[in-house]
């Protein structure tokens, strides 16, 4: 189904529903479905066409909502950009997409204000008084008739480019098919067991897969979707009890701060009934904390991508802490010989309980088809018909997969392979420990070493304490133990909370103790 039947058969089902809310906005289906068709007129009216890219520079609001509603009844692709992302790495989105659009608020117009644009867009800000924008949204909404020119949407057109930075180089821009989202969405529903007028926080911004993804499956259910422009614990947590939210789709760190937050024993999370989370691992004692705070009915860890949305999902991680549990209903995964010399062939299957790299078959309707204008770096991840993640795990003995890290970052030292999971997991056994990552450091004898990366929780802690502990620990051989301690403020992370280990590598980080 195409995205614009699909919102339009919502709209049409329960159209008394309120659809969207944030703050004092509070839109109906019937509403919502109103200033989609407006505004949809006025982007037709001045001028976009089917496949045109729409460049979005907004945080999650009503406003971002309409706008991509709009530009999936057109035909058009929404193509929602991060603005925490460097200015080079902007520049270069907005010129591999080369938009007709580009949406703005006030926080990101310095970030377009002085780019050259080979042909340049319309721009739309969002308030009346940009010095940049040709058009503000509010002109769009009191635009006049709204009847647009019906577009022939197909299923195999985009729907969207998500960019996404990965860990090295420039983004990578990924095309979804609307067959992709709409199959995506709906293995989440199932996956999560949603229900019908689910409620849910759009704390996670609509940039990502992750924040379109709660987004779409609330419009499927005729939910709620509560935008919120910035994640606050706070405020969240307001709207978690004020608008008995009943599904959450956040990553670990979110989780944390709502559950730490003093503010957290005051909510009635009687409504809740599913977490799920993805982007990061999360911890035994975060699991344990949510589920006594929140008692949800499942906890579901989900495992995939923004080019295949689902790889697997764990149903219930309080049964099964760290399993990313068993392939999507639309997934065949295989874990195979890692080769970091060679690319190793899909039929060199490991066996259980042996560690492998995880591959995706390609005929999933959740996948895509290749990077935006990237035919090269398509060819290194697509291969006979096999997505390549690049992710290191094991099958266990349940047939559930266990995740233990990226192939790049397996450390070769005197002959051995050496994973970080492991390590780090002893290393936050510690009580001095609140963060621990490990890499590996060029050497000239081994290859590699072991070097940690430690956020202490007690400045009494030192390097002479962590090794007697790492020596002494049962489970981690001598040839694991780390060579070098490195104590730092802060481990970076990207903004869905994977860990940036390329800056660990290249120096961006602050010592203490220096």
């Known amino acids: 189904m195409e995205l614009c039947t699909f919102f339009e058969f919502a709209v049409e089902r329960h159209s008394d529903k309120v659809a969207v809310v944030e703050k004092n906005k509070r839109l109906t289906y019937a509403e919502l479905g109103e200033q989609v068709n407006q505004v949809a007129f006025s982007l037709q009216k001045l001028g976009l066409r089917k496949q045109d890219c729409v460049m979005i520079l907004l945080k999650n609001r009503v406003e971002t909502v309409v706008?991509?509603?709009?530009?999936?009844?057109?035909g058009a692709i929404f193509t929602p950009i991060n603005f925490q992302l460097s200015k080079d790495d902007i520049r270069y989105c907005i010129h591999d997409v080369e938009p007709k659009f580009v949406v703005f608020e006030d926080l990101s117009e310095h970030l377009i204000m002085k780019e050259t644009f080979k042909e340049r867009p319309i721009f739309i800000g969002l308030s009346d008084g940009s010095q940049l924008s040709d058009i503000s949204y509010r002109e769009l909404e009191e635009g006049g008739v709204s009847f647009y020119e019906?577009?022939?949407v197909g299923a195999h057109d985009i729907s969207s480019i998500y960019y996404t930075s990965g860990t090295t180089g420039v983004p990578k821009g990924v095309p979804r098919i609307h067959l992709n989202e709409y199959a995506a969405t709906m293995a989440h529903i199932v996956q999560c067991r949603y229900q019908s007028f689910d409620r849910t926080l759009g704390n996670y911004p609509l940039y990502h897969v992750i924040g379109l993804r709660s987004l779409q499956a609330m419009t499927a259910l005729n939910g709620l979707y509560v935008a919120l422009p910035d994640f606050d614990s706070y405020e969240s947590l307001q709207m978690i009890d004020q608008e008995k939210i009943s599904c959450l789709f956040l990553n670990p760190t979110m989780y944390h701060d709502l559950v730490s937050h003093p503010y957290s024993n005051e909510i009635d999370f009687s409504a809740v009934h599913t977490l799920a989370y993805s982007g990061a691992p999360m911890s035994e004692e975060l699991i344990t904390k949510c589920d006594e705070i929140m008692q949800p009915d499942r906890i579901v860890n989900h495992y995939g991508s923004t080019e295949i949305y689902t790889f697997t999902y764990c149903s219930d991680v309080?049964?099964?802490?760290?399993?990313?549990?068993?392939?999507?209903?639309?997934?065949?995964?295989?874990?195979?010989?890692?080769?970091?010399?060679?690319r190793s062939s899909s039929t060199n299957v490991v066996s259980t309980g042996e560690i492998g790299e995880i591959i995706v078959n390609m005929?999933?309707?959740?996948?895509?088809?290749?990077?935006w204008n990237r035919p090269n770096l398509t060819k290194k991840v697509i291969y006979d018909g096999w997505y390549y993640t690049g992710d290191l795990g094991f099958i266990d003995q349940d047939g559930d997969l266990k995740v233990i890290g990226r192939a790049d970052d397996m450390i070769l030292s005197g002959g051995e392979n050496i994973y970080p999971e492991l390590i780090e997991k002893i290393l936050l056994e510690h009580d001095k420990v609140k963060e621990a990552v490990i890499i590996g450091e060029e050497d000239e004898r081994l290859g590699q070493i072991v070097v940690a990366f430690i956020v202490p929780n007690d400045d009494s802690l030192t390097f002479q304490e962590l090794d007697r502990f790492c020596?002494?620990?049962?489970?981690?051989?001598?040839?694991?133990?780390?060579?070098?301690?490195?104590?730092?403020?802060?481990?970076?992370?990207?903004?869905?909370?994977?860990?940036l280990r390329s800056k660990l590598r290249n120096g961006q980080f602050i010592e203490l103790y220096l």
């Open 363 to 371: 005929k999933s309707p959740e996948a895509f088809k290749g990077y």
């Open 318 to 342: 309080r049964k099964k802490p760290g399993s990313s549990g068993q392939p999507g209903i639309h997934q065949h995964i295989k874990l195979i010989t890692p080769d970091p010399e060679k």
């Open 150 to 152: 019906h577009v022939n």
């Open 67 to 74: 706008i991509y509603w709009a530009v999936q009844k057109l």
């Open 471 to 499: 020596k002494y620990h049962q489970q981690l051989p001598t040839y694991k133990r780390p060579r070098k301690y490195v104590f730092v403020e802060s481990i970076p992370k990207s903004p869905t909370g994977k860990i």
